[in-house]
């Protein structure tokens, strides 16, 4: 065994440890993007009000689909994580290998590479994204991943597989540019050789949450945007036209509605996925 993994390329390593850090973060943290994408896409005279809390709507989950409803859409997100984080660390990796030689990236270049590995990896795993979205909106009477994407493609074609892209591309892009200059310019500001080793894996953690709230926030209205899109392909054929509706419906409060569940995971999400790269890529040998 220690043989085969001498013999694996460190873009396959990094691939691996991308990987097995997805799958934990998503397993964990689904839940919450199943009520991000329910938030987001709630009729806006929902209970009269107008409103309906992040609480309220994990109850109702709960009671008209049992606890297990809450992860609803895992199957796709495994399907797109999985590969989708090994992609985007992988591809890091060897941009990292081919522009940075034995040094940290500057605040521009971490968004930069960032923004570059992200969008490889979105536009590989689209369809995917589209299938896990109407998942978990509970519109959709999907069996399978495989019956979803070709159901799609046959009534809606590549227009339905990849719809959304623009604004996916515009949420995820950013978000992993601002992420990856916080973390990495959070990180140099704490003492990490000088602490015990058995707390760096937290102090990252730690990094890596603050990172991602400010990530979040800044990449929300383009979430809401991308969600509406993937539901309604035929409804939107442009990204001005979802932009309009929204704000025509909801106004400009709409570009944040799900805020707080997405916030939530993507900030625990990426500093889980983070920590648990690093330690992989260091236990390798390699440096990420």
Avoid at 15 to 35: A, K, N, R, Y
Avoid at 83 to 104: A, C, H, W
Avoid at 114 to 141: D, H, N, Q, W
Avoid at 169 to 184: E, H, K, N, Q, V
Wanted: net charge positive; hydrophobic share 45%; charged share 15%.
């Amino acid at each position: 065994m220690p043989g085969r993994e001498a013999e694996m390329h460190p873009v396959l390593k990094a691939f691996v440890c991308g990987s097995i850090s997805g799958t934990c973060s998503t397993l964990l943290f689904q839940p919450l993007d199943l009520l991000k994408t329910r938030l987001q896409t709630l009729h806006p005279a929902v209970n009269g009000s107008g409103r309906a809390g992040m609480v309220t709507l994990l109850f109702r989950v709960v009671r008209t689909e049992s606890i297990l409803g809450l992860w609803k859409g895992v199957s796709p997100s495994f399907a797109r994580c999985i590969p989708g984080v090994g992609i985007y660390f992988s591809t890091l990796y060897m941009m990292k290998q081919k522009f940075l030689v034995d040094r940290s990236p500057t605040a521009l270049e971490s968004v930069f590479l960032g923004a570059a590995a992200r969008a490889v990896s979105v536009i590989c795993m689209l369809p995917v994204t589209v299938v896990k979205t109407r998942y978990e909106s509970g519109r959709f009477g999907y069996g399978s991943v495989y019956g979803a994407l070709k159901s799609i493609y046959q009534t809606e074609g590549a227009r339905g597989m990849f719809s959304g892209l623009t604004a996916t591309l515009l949420r995820d892009a950013p978000f992993s540019g601002i992420y990856l200059m916080f973390y990495t310019q959070t990180k140099k500001l704490t003492p990490q050789d000088q602490m015990d080793p058995v707390l760096v894996p937290l102090l990252n953690f730690g990094c890596g949450i603050f990172a991602g709230i400010l990530a979040s926030l800044a990449t929300q209205p383009a979430d809401v945007v991308k969600t509406h899109m993937q539901l309604s392909p035929q409804k939107y054929h442009r990204t001005s036209q979802a932009i309009a509706f929204i704000y025509k419906d909801f106004g400009l409060v709409g570009f944040f509605r799900g805020g707080v569940p997405r916030v939530l995971r993507r900030a625990l999400m990426a500093a889980m996925a983070w920590t648990v790269y690093e330690q992989m890529m260091e236990k390798m040998g390699l440096k990420s």
